[in-house]
């Protein structure tokens, strides 16, 4: 009976994925969380193992809906002091097919935020050799680039507008003021003229009449 049941065991371990023969499917784990944390850091032991193929689980059901993906399809090998082991990650399905790289990239990758956060790190100090690390998302603007260069446009053609009609009343205040200052000067020659005038007829005695009665007077 014993056998019979050593023979039924035998199979499924067999037919497990060895993680040292299977590096064309997995990736290489490197954690610096001394360097990271500093005072703070932890110690990398099996529970925090666990949490690591947990989270790649995670990522793997996240990514693929229909498979349900358990913290045994994440098998780890080669494992160093320095925090630094091997992975792949099997078929929900059949535990002796490993899952391609390319897929096992892509849910990282989708899932990277997650994964650095669960252990304090970041993607300099959690590297996945051979996954580049993920890009911050761009910024979006609340007010859309083409809005502020058609405002800053309309802007700029108001001021333009505005300074060449300020130029213009200034221009015209200007020659209007250079008009008027010739003809009071004109004016003010002419009456100059005028009372000189008269004033030396007077003094010659052309048009006194007074004077010429009383000569009259001192004939008679």
């Not at 690591?52 to 990522?59: D, G, K, S, V």
């Not at 809005?147 to 209007?176: D, N, Q, Y």
């Amino acid at each position: 009976m014993f056998p019979l049941l050593l023979l039924l065991c035998l199979p499924p371990a067999l037919a497990a994925v060895d993680c040292n023969t299977e590096y064309k499917n997995g990736y290489q784990v490197r954690l610096s969380i001394k360097t990271a944390l500093g005072d703070q850091a932890y110690d990398w032991n099996e529970s925090e193992m666990f949490l690591f193929r947990a989270t790649i689980a995670f990522a793997m059901r996240k990514f693929n809906k229909t498979e349900a993906y358990e913290v045994s399809n994440i098998v780890v090998c080669n494992q160093t002091p320095r925090v630094s082991f091997w992975f792949i990650v099997t078929s929900p399905e059949d535990p002796a097919q490993a899952i391609s790289k390319n897929i096992v990239e892509q849910a990282v990758r989708e899932s990277r935020n997650r994964i650095n956060n669960a252990f304090l790190l970041t993607d300099k100090s959690l590297e996945f050799l051979g996954i580049p690390p993920t890009l911050a998302a761009p910024i979006i603007p609340a007010t859309p680039p083409w809005l502020i260069v058609f405002g800053v446009v309309i802007g700029a053609v108001c001021a333009g507008i505005v300074a060449l009609l300020v130029t213009s009343f200034v221009k015209r205040r200007r020659e209007k003021k250079a008009k008027v200052v010739p003809e009071e000067e004109d004016q003010a020659k002419g009456t100059d003229k005028a009372v000189t005038g008269e004033t030396f007829e007077d003094r010659n005695g052309v048009y006194n009449l007074g004077f010429a009665d009383d000569d009259r007077f001192t004939q008679l």
